[in-house]
């Protein structure tokens, strides 16, 4: 026996890896190798051994067999990802597992056998180089890892049955890859996940442990790497507890991703894989919200090609919108359409038109065969008259006449149309309203019937605004017709800015539409009871509608008073109101000219408007408000006399009307700018105070939301200057507070990249506000609940580096680029690092920011020589200890010294003193106290005698001592410098130890607040600072030794100079 498994394996070990040898080169061979292999292995499974006396068997050449395969796994293992030749062996493993798996249950058929506990050779097999590949899961190289999982993900579709045990090993291992470090490792354990997922049952999944299904769905919404987002998107089983999850993927942050999801997803799974079904995402399938949400993320989205890939699923969905009923030959393409019409709701959105408008865009055989014959307009439905109105504003925007003609029916022919839907209208709203005293509310149906009717006037009167009103006796006609229709009680809301669209198309000039819509109000309003007459209207030669008696009523005697009304004839009277302002509304938005150009107006101002915005109703007084502000933008004194009513209705009022009464004020703030925000008379800092005391105290965030548009869209338009309105708006931009109010984040975080990139003026503001701004926020940042969240100091100062960086700032003209602005922020850095009130966190962010700052190649020699002073007192008084910092200040100051050497070379500080205008610069370097108590380091008035050179320069560069890593910077030329990274953590002095003002370097300030010193106040005297000093040192001149031996008392205050 040991001679015949000798035998066996020299076989083995000569074709085995003659084998792999020939499927790493070519794919083409795999299955002829396969059959060798099976052969092979068959031949091999033979070979048993007897063993406790006959009573059991050793299956000897099965276990050869497997040593030598799981001996080509473990070369093929070490290969790198993305080489050939191992991908083919993958392919081929996986190949071969699912042959041998298919034999054996041939096998099994044939033989009959029903038991499922019995071993085959293919099971054994598999369950052995499953456990082998378990191993190499854990493998510290991820090369290792990745080719195990690789070749397991490969394998786990065709593993036929594993006991229960692997399978649980298995699942287990997966989901500790799925989180592995390596994002090409996480990929294959997504992939074979994916391909597990679908046999696992949930009821065997213990409680509180997650399903792999659910680990999938986790993984496609939050990995951070896109391939394994897209991994799982590609891999995961698609079903009704999948489909949002994916859905939601047209909103990822990756464009691929976005894109797939049309293409990959919801193209090709439209019908289920052999096509005699509808699909999960079938547009007949998906809900009303789940079709606007695909059609709106992917027509709406940034990148081309989404919205390319968008635009070919609703081609798609076009030959599928009618399902089963599509093999009917009677439809054309136009049904087609109206068919996937009928799959939006078209009355509340607009992704149905903007899927139309796609349609017609990309598919030339529907747009050139659409045809609206008169007896398409006899047979209006919702859907047929928004294809109507939207092919029409298509060729409108595409400038194609000869179609426009050929679709627009005649202007006599629409009218009657309009006026038979809207007869037909009126008359169910009777029938409805005698029917409601009987049965009570109106069906659902029945109101989705009004809808639709109400729909498909809108979309004719769309349409009528469109046509060519060169035919006198039709544009009489439909000005007859929209003018009866305005005068009517019973219009719709809806339909009232329609009329008015056609009738200002009919009006020849602005004043007759007013007259025309004012005598519409006198007509409404002027009710007189029982002695109201009515007459029918006199046949003038012109069109009859004697289809609709429209009523007119005689000269009013006078309305009663409100108190003499009874509630039924107040609130008749109240609805009455409500229709003429809305009319009132409607026509003012459709007037530029002036309010003195149109007298007319001033009846209905004092009769209606004015009455009204002294109500207490609420709907009543916010139609009043609406009505006042449109005035006031067409009339200047109107406005400057109305503008402090409306301020203090912000205050006063309900959130809804808050918010119109905002809107009515900005836009008053827009057109009469400089009327409210000139510079002169302080109107214009008492609105801006205004405005930033309500953005404070308010909590609705819809206001906030308002405020924060408006006030960003006057800063953006240059209309405020005030730099409080630029500090607000950051501060609500990056408070916790807003981090829910979603309107607020983005108008904001669209807001600050425009305004600093359009204008380098803009950006020198950022500049000057950074350092306040900073130490306002820093602080606040530590001081949030568990509960919320907020930006970290470095994302703070990251953002303003990125809003000044003068090289994204776009070119105005007459206006030039300020490359100096970032040399400025340094020089403002530099400055707010001397004051020790900072503590050290938020000083090593400003440290971390200085090498993020852009250096101009030309600069002026008085702003770097400032920069380079600041820099060589900083590091001399205000000494680093943090190595991250002092590696930053002396990579910044290494690429400043090497960059402006020639502009450096001669500085010298003795010589710069003499400027007059340098004097604020000097008196705040003079005053600043070095924090360390044993080795304070001045700034030298005159050359000291053991110097290498009269320049500042060599001293400023060789004063900073990085770390190791820092390999450009110099050994500094004072001894006793060497020793000061130790004494830094030392106490400031103070007269007393006890005080509470007194800092330690390193302490963390518990609030934002900042408090002044109080060692002016001490009865104590401060104790002298006594030097340590060197040879060298002792012959520095006199004045520098008092300057040590008595600190200057102007620094004792604490504060940092303004310059």
Same mark, same amino acid.
């Given at each position: 026996m040991p001679g015949r498994v000798s035998s066996v394996e020299e076989t083995l070990t000569a074709s085995v890896p003659n084998i792999f040898d020939q499927v790493q080169n070519s794919t083409a061979n795999h299955q002829k190798n396969i059959v060798a292999l099976h052969k092979l292995h068959l031949d091999a499974a033979g070979f048993t051994e007897s063993v406790h006396n006959g009573r059991s068997i050793k299956l000897t050449g099965e276990r050869v067999f497997e040593e030598k395969f799981k001996d080509m796994l473990c070369r093929a293992a070490a290969v790198k990802k993305g080489t050939s030749q191992g991908d083919r062996i993958v392919k081929f493993v996986g190949a071969y597992t699912k042959y041998i798996n298919e034999r054996a249950a041939e096998i099994k058929k044939e033989d009959d056998d029903d038991d499922d506990d019995d071993e085959t050779t293919a099971s054994r097999f598999v369950e052995k180089v499953l456990a082998f590949l378990l191993i190499g899961f854990e493998a510290k190289d991820k090369v290792a890892r990745y080719r195990c999982v690789h070749f397991l993900a490969e394998m786990v579709a065709h593993l036929g049955e594993i006991s229960e045990k692997l399978y649980t090993e298995l699942r287990t291992a997966l989901f500790e890859r799925v989180h592995d470090k390596e994002t090409f490792v996480r990929v294959q354990a997504v992939i074979a996940l994916s391909k597990l997922c679908g046999s696992e049952d949930p009821s065997d999944v213990e409680e509180g442990e997650p399903t792999a299904l659910e680990v999938l769905l986790e993984t496609l919404s939050c990995d951070p790497a896109a391939d394994v987002r897209r991994a799982a998107l590609l891999n995961i089983p698609l079903s009704l507890a999948t489909l949002d999850a994916v859905l939601a993927r047209t909103r990822d942050t990756d464009t691929i991703m976005r894109k797939l999801v049309y293409s990959a997803i919801l193209v090709q799974h439209c019908f289920v894989s052999d096509g005699s079904a509808m699909g999960i995402v079938h547009p007949r399938v998906l809900t009303i919200?789940?079709?606007?949400f695909i059609i709106r993320n992917g027509l709406g989205d940034r990148e081309p090609a989404v919205r390319q890939a968008a635009a070919l699923l609703l081609s798609k969905w076009v030959d599928v919108a009618r399902g089963d009923t599509k093999k009917e030959e009677s439809k054309t393409v136009k049904d087609d359409v109206l068919a996937l019409l009928s799959l939006f709701d078209l009355t509340e959105s607009t992704v149905a038109e903007d899927a139309l408008l796609s349609v017609l865009d990309r598919r030339p055989d529907i747009s050139d065969h659409a045809d609206f014959n008169d007896a398409y307009w006899a047979n209006l439905t919702p859907e047929r008259a928004f294809f109507a109105r939207v092919f029409t504003d298509h060729c409108i925007v595409n400038k194609d006449a000869e179609k426009l003609d050929a679709s627009l029916p005649v202007v006599t022919f629409l009218a009657y149309h309009i006026q038979a839907a809207y007869n037909t209208y009126q008359e169910d709203l009777e029938v409805a309203e005698q029917e409601r005293v009987i049965r009570g509310e109106p069906t659902e149906e029945e109101e989705e019937a009004r809808i639709d009717k109400e729909f498909v006037i809108g979309e004719m009167l769309k349409v009528a605004v469109n046509l060519d009103y060169a035919d006198e006796i039709g544009r009489r006609k439909m000005f007859q017709l929209v003018r009866d229709m305005i005068s009517q009680e019973a219009l719709p809301e809806s339909l009232v800015a329609r009329c008015l669209d056609v009738l200002r198309m009919l009006s020849p000039n602005e004043r007759d539409l007013i007259r025309v819509v004012v005598e519409v109000v006198h007509e409404l309003r002027d009710v007189s009871d029982e002695e109201e007459v009515l007459k029918e209207p006199a046949d003038d030669g012109e069109t009859n509608f004697g289809e609709t008696p429209i009523p007119t009523r005689t000269a009013s005697k006078g309305s009663k008073p409100s108190e003499d009304m009874s509630s039924e004839e107040q609130a008749r009277m109240d609805a009455i109101d409500l229709r003429c302002l809305s009319l009132c509304i409607g026509m003012l938005e459709r007037v530029n000219g002036t309010f003195e150009e149109n007298s007319t107006l001033e009846g209905i101002l004092g009769e209606l408007i004015i009455p009204a915005v002294k109500r207490k109703e609420l709907a009543l007084r916010e139609k009043g408000l609406i009505c006042l502000g449109l005035c006031c933008l067409i009339a200047r004194r109107m406005a400057l006399n109305s503008f402090q009513l409306f301020l203090g209705q912000i205050q006063t009022a309900p959130e809804v009307l808050k918010i119109r009464v905002l809107q009515i004020v900005f836009d008053i703030l827009m057109v009469h700018e400089n009327d409210f925000l000139n510079k002169e008379g302080g109107a214009s800092e008492r609105i801006v105070e205004f405005f930033l005391h309500v953005l404070e105290i308010e909590e609705s965030d819809?206001?906030?939301?308002?405020?924060?548009i408006g006030l960003a869209k006057l800063v953006l338009s240059g209309m405020i200057y005030d730099d409080k309105v630029l500090q607000s708006l950051v501060a609500a931009y990056l408070a916790p507070d807003t981090i829910e109010n979603q309107e607020v984040r983005q108008c904001l975080a669209y807001f600050f990249p425009v305004y600093c990139y359009s204008s380098a003026v803009n950006q020198r503001r950022m500049q000057r506000l950074f350092i306040g701004l900073f130490e306002q926020l820093a602080p606040?940042?530590?001081?949030?609940?568990?509960?919320?969240?907020?930006?970290?100091? =470095?994302?703070?100062? !990251?953002?303003?580096?990125?809003?000044?960086?003068?090289?994204?700032?776009?070119?105005?003209?007459?206006?030039p680029t300020d490359e100096t602005?970032?040399?400025?922020? =340094?020089?403002?850095? !530099?400055?707010?690092?001397?004051d020790d009130k900072m503590i050290k966190e938020d000083k090593k962010v400003l440290y971390q920011v200085l090498g993020r700052l852009y250096l101009p190649d030309k600069v002026d020699d008085d702003k770097i020589r400032t920069l380079k002073l600041l820099l060589y007192n900083l590091n001399s008084r205000r000494p680093i200890r943090d190595a991250a910092a002092k590696n930053a200040l002396a990579?910044?100051?290494a690429a400043i010294s090497k960059k402006y050497a020639e502009q450096l070379e001669s500085f010298n500080e003795e010589d710069y003193r003499q400027l007059e205008y340098l004097k604020d610069l000097f008196e705040f370097l003079d005053d600043i106290i070095p924090l360390d108590d044993g080795e304070e380091v001045d700034i030298p008035r005159t050359r000291a005698r053991k110097r290498r050179s009269d320049s500042i320069v060599t001293d400023i560069t060789d004063s900073i001592v990085p770390d190791e890593s820092v390999a450009s910077a110099a050994s500094p030329s004072h001894p006793k410098g060497k020793g000061r990274g130790k004494q830094s953590k030392r106490r400031r002095v103070s007269g007393s130890d006890s005080s509470d003002n007194v800092l330690s370097y390193d302490h963390v300030a518990p609030a934002p607040t900042r408090t002044l010193p109080k060692r002016a106040a001490s009865g104590k005297k401060p104790e002298v600072v006594q030097l340590i000093e060197d040879d060298d040192d002792k012959e520095e001149e006199e004045e520098e030794e008092e300057e040590e031996a008595s600190p200057p008392p102007a620094s004792q205050n604490g504060r940092r100079p303004r310059l």
């Open positions: 919200s789940q079709r606007e819809k206001v906030q939301a308002l405020l924060c606040e940042t530590r001081n949030v609940d568990e509960t919320q969240d907020m930006v970290s100091p =470095a994302q703070i100062a !990251a953002m303003f580096v990125d809003w000044t960086d003068p090289q994204k700032a776009i070119e105005v003209q007459d206006q602005i970032h040399i400025d922020l =340094a020089c403002d850095i !530099a400055r707010a690092l001397f990579k910044f100051d």
